[in-house]
């Protein structure tokens, strides 16, 4: 009997641990993601756009005008999440790779090392799994708590800072592009997201797509 | 007294309905997509998607291998979110516009005869705005109670076959497309999506976005 409950006590906990790590909202809409994009071939000249919701709410093959732009974001998403299901574009060796993740992090309280040291397995993933591709690390955005909208981003500034000055080591050390997206995100000599840009301090509207797109078109064509 | 209190009651209650409305991230969402689409243009060659989550959830231009194919779909939109925000489609005049929209007011109790009339003003508008735009209704998809996700969709299908019907009868009257999704979705002989193509009995994985473009790739580009 005291075994049959502590066996049992054991798988409710691995149970709870591996549910709680996943929302089932979350986990439901990433697994659907997942399988769209399993089923979506990405080949040798692909320009893939891998992030959160802030890739996934944007049009950017429409915003870039160019049909190998492609876009591999989902909603929620984590520097985990998309470690977990980057082979399937891996395999097909596209030609540029841009990265925009880790906010979702940063508001779970993820400590500056942790999410250093998740990134960097993540790219080292992509450079032994597809040397081929050209790798594009953008900085996270900043956000604006004006807005008032997030309480788990409440105060995170430094860290955002940090794991911006983190990265683009990270990416100096290993010979990757970083992109700093704060000259044409951010409000001037400031940590926060122009208001113009954003409706809730994080996420973009279309002046916001449309700077971000500017910002960055140089780098997927040259 | 009385009056003040007779007025503050009178406020709550209007700010409350209109607020009940739009669940607040909902509201965030649709207007950072609606910011979004104001700010991409539409031109006549276009074909629009426009739609709730089903639509937003799939990457279209890429499924379909076109850049005049743009995706219009909103999470959590319903008739009347898709009324609202129509204008700056039909006024790019679009060459076609398929309509996926409608399990969302099913989920909210919306009566059979307020699902038609909704849908009728809308297809009106379009039919009005921009008669240069070739309309397709499709048929709200079957749903799969099987999976048990959905509260607000038990029982509901006799309610969509109806609305299905009454969808068919408009566009019969109005020289309109319909395009009925059901034998490309639906179990044969049965009210029920595959279970191959959902995870969670509304919403489609890659097979299931497969399927669906397969079956109305020949409305595209006829």
Redesign the interface.
């Known amino acids: 009997m005291k075994r049959i409950a502590f066996i049992a006590t054991g798988c409710f906990f691995v149970a709870f641990n591996i549910l709680s790590a996943f929302p089932a909202e979350r986990s439901?809409?990433w697994?659907?993601?997942v399988?769209?994009?399993?089923?979506?071939p990405v080949n040798s000249t692909d320009i893939i756009f891998i992030g959160n919701s802030i890739t996934d709410?944007?049009?950017l093959?429409?915003?870039f005008?160019?049909?190998r732009v492609?876009?591999r974001g989902i909603n929620s998403d984590d520097i985990d999440g998309v470690t977990d299901r980057i082979d399937c574009i891996l395999a097909g060796r596209p030609a540029k790779i841009f990265l925009l993740i880790g906010i979702n992090d940063v508001s779970h309280n993820v400590s500056l090392s942790s999410l250093l040291s998740k990134y960097e397995t993540l790219i080292n993933i992509i450079c032994e799994q597809s040397p081929e591709s050209k790798l594009y690390v953008q900085s996270v955005m900043p956000i604006n708590n004006d807005f008032n909208?997030y309480k788990n981003l409440r105060g995170k500034e430094d860290l955002i800072n940090s794991f911006n000055s983190g990265l683009q080591e990270l990416a100096s050390q290993k010979g990757i592009v970083y992109i700093d997206l704060w000259p044409a995100l951010a409000v001037a000599d400031s940590d926060k997201l122009d208001p113009r840009y954003t409706?809730?301090g994080l996420?973009?509207?279309?002046?916001g797509?449309?700077a971000w797109a500017n910002h960055i078109k140089p780098y997927l064509f040259e």
Chains 1, 2 share one sequence.
């Open positions: 439901e809409y697994r659907q993601r399988s769209l994009f399993e089923s979506l709410g944007g049009e093959t429409e915003l005008n160019d049909l492609k876009n909208r409706n809730d996420h973009l509207t279309g002046e797509y449309l």
